[in-house]
T-cell receptor, first 117, second 115 residues
Framework: AQKITQTQPGMFVQEKEAVTLDCTYD???????LFWYKQPSSGEMIFLIY??????QNATEGRYSLNFQKARKSANLVISASQLGDSAMYFC??????????????FGQGTRLTINP | NAGVMQNPRHLVRRRGQEARLRCSPM?????VYWYRQLPEEGLKFMVY????????ESGMPKERFSAEFPKEGPSILRIQQVVRGDSAAYFC?????????????FGSGTRLTVV
């Protein structure tokens, strides 16, 4: 079974600092995808970034980058120059193969990030 | 191009009543997924549907829960005889194809409260 672990229940960071949110995963499938989602207090799930297991380079999307270390099975999210609006829950997820080719996401427990002014 | 639309946004039901949650996927998306989020937890997969077909319902509780995605209209997640433990946020996601790297778009969720 595949598994996602986020070991930081909560993090507090000063505005404008960079922050790294940890995510480790466990899978025996050589082909997989890793996602990060942001969930603000309003509750919606906002896609941030995706990394494929065969991607040669770390994914980047604006201020978000994914530090992908395949041998360590880690996919940490790095947010540069944090802003007050970054305060939210952050979820790491992995795509898992289900029945009849279904592709479903397995989520970690999340990290609550608070940006202090 | 509207995103994934879920309604209602909030739903309150008394124990024993039925809850019907609706999800309209993004235009052009024919794959729908339902997830449940208990308080302070991550989302957990419930069911994956294509038009008129349930493909994978391995995450659905065996009793009281059902889902459909008819040829016309939204996908429906139905919970019969709700209990307090069903209180959660229910999210729907859609994608244009079976394997989507960027295409898992989530709706805003339906927050079900059972009193």
């Amino acid at each position: 079974a595949q598994k996602i672990t986020q070991t930081q229940p909560g993090m507090f960071v000063q505005e404008k600092e960079a922050v790294t949110l940890d995510c480790t995963y466990d899978t025996s499938d050589p082909s997989y995808g890793l996602f990060w989602y942001k969930q603000p207090s309003s509750g919606e799930m906002i896609f941030l970034i995706y990394q494929g297991s065969y991607d040669q380079q770390n994914a980047t999307e604006g201020r978000y980058s994914l530090n992908f270390q395949k041998a360590r099975k880690s996919a940490n999210l790095v947010i540069s120059a944090s802003q007050l609006g970054d305060s939210a829950m952050y979820f790491c997820a992995m795509r898992e193969k289900g029945l009849q080719g279904a592709q479903k996401l397995v989520f970690g427990q999340g990290t609550r990030l608070t940006i202090n002014p | 191009n509207a995103g994934v639309m879920q309604n209602p946004r909030h739903l309150v039901r008394r124990r024993g009543q039925e809850a019907r949650l609706r999800c309209s996927p993004m235009k052009g998306h024919s794959h729908v997924y339902w997830y449940r989020q208990l308080p302070e937890e991550g989302l957990k997969f419930m069911v994956y549907l294509q038009k008129e077909n349930i493909i994978d319902e391995s995450g659905m509780p065996k009793e009281r829960f059902s889902a459909e995605f008819p040829k016309e209209g939204p996908s429906i997640l139905r919970i019969q005889q709700v209990v307090r433990g069903d209180s959660a946020a229910y999210f729907c996601a859609s994608s244009p194809r079976i394997e989507a790297n960027y295409g898992y778009t989530f709706g805003s969720g339906t927050r079900l409260t059972v009193v």
